[in-house]
């Protein structure tokens, strides 16, 4: 088997396993809720609903938070075992898109048998900007590297202001702009999603291109 071959093999089974792990987190969410509330009838629609919801929160944070100490740890482990570092860029595109469509597709099953339809719209707009939101965590893992500390207070820092500036504006439009308080159309979203996991994935091969052994 080639060294493109095995690390392809690797990174498929890193994104079963990252699957693995979010599914088991579900599974003892959903056993914890039965507990609660087994025989109420009423609950039953709020398990369900909970319960999907929850797993598209944990499979994609699983998945960022792998590719955030992916390039301290995993890709150093990878080149050592001779893999090119043009593999690795391929592996975590492969890794991302392994965990994200198989959880998608468990998603839809659960939302089928349990007909939480109104899920679906959420489902697809989570998983479209889990792409762009895991590439950006890879490359942030690459300057968590560079620049230890620094990097990370930078990080919540924006991640703060931005959160405060979401928030802001969602306030806005709900007091002051009522009329104007309408979605992003899905074309327009999942057209920004595109061209943000294109330019951050050119961001992150050029950091992959300098990865070494540490």
Same mark, same amino acid.
């Given at each position: 088997?080639?060294?493109?071959? #095995?690390?392809?093999?690797?990174?498929?089974? !890193?994104?079963?396993?990252? %699957?693995?792990?979010?599914?088991?987190?579900?599974?003892?969410?959903?056993?914890?809720?039965?507990?609660?509330?087994?025989?109420?009838? %009423?609950?039953?629609?709020?398990?369900? #609903?909970?319960?999907?919801?929850?797993?598209?929160?944990?499979? &994609?944070?699983? /998945?960022?938070?792998?590719?955030?100490?992916?390039? /301290?740890?995993?890709?150093?482990?990878?080149?050592?075992?001779?893999?090119?570092?043009?593999? &690795?860029?391929?592996?975590?595109? %492969?890794?991302?898109?392994?965990?994200?469509?198989?959880?998608?597709?468990?998603? %839809?099953?659960?939302?089928?048998? !349990?007909?939480?339809?109104?899920? &679906?719209?959420?489902?697809?707009?989570?998983?479209?900007?889990?792409?762009?939101? !895991?590439?950006?965590?890879?490359?942030?893992?690459?300057?968590? #590297?560079?620049?230890?500390?620094?990097?990370?207070?930078?990080?919540?820092?924006?991640?703060?202001?931005?959160?405060?500036?979401?928030?802001?504006?969602?306030?806005?439009?709900?007091?002051?702009?009522?009329?104007?308080?309408?979605?992003?159309?899905?074309?327009?979203?999942?057209?920004?999603?595109?061209?943000?996991? &294109?330019?951050?994935?050119?961001?992150?091969?050029?950091?992959?291109?300098?990865?070494?052994?540490?």
């Amino acid at each position: 088997m080639s060294l493109a071959r #095995r690390s392809d093999k690797y990174y498929v089974k !890193t994104g079963l396993y990252t %699957l693995g792990y979010a599914l088991l987190l579900e599974c003892l969410l959903i056993a914890e809720l039965i507990f609660f509330d087994y025989g109420n009838d %009423l609950r039953m629609d709020y398990i369900a #609903r909970s319960g999907i919801s929850f797993f598209f929160m944990i499979l &994609i944070l699983f /998945n960022a938070m792998y590719s955030l100490y992916a390039a /301290n740890w995993t890709d150093s482990i990878v080149l050592s075992m001779g893999a090119r570092r043009k593999d &690795i860029f391929r592996g975590q595109i %492969l890794k991302t898109t392994v965990c994200l469509v198989l959880g998608a597709a468990l998603a %839809l099953i659960a939302i089928y048998f !349990t007909k939480q339809f109104e899920l &679906i719209g959420l489902l697809i707009t989570s998983i479209i900007g889990a792409f762009p939101l !895991t590439a950006l965590f890879y490359g942030i893992g690459h300057k968590i #590297r560079k620049w230890g500390r620094v990097a990370v207070m930078i990080i919540a820092i924006i991640g703060g202001i931005c959160g405060a500036a979401v928030s802001a504006g969602s306030i806005l439009r709900q007091v002051f702009f009522p009329a104007f308080n309408l979605q992003i159309s899905f074309a327009i979203y999942a057209l920004v999603c595109v061209v943000a996991f &294109i330019l951050l994935e050119m961001w992150v091969y050029k950091l992959s291109s300098k990865s070494m052994v540490r």
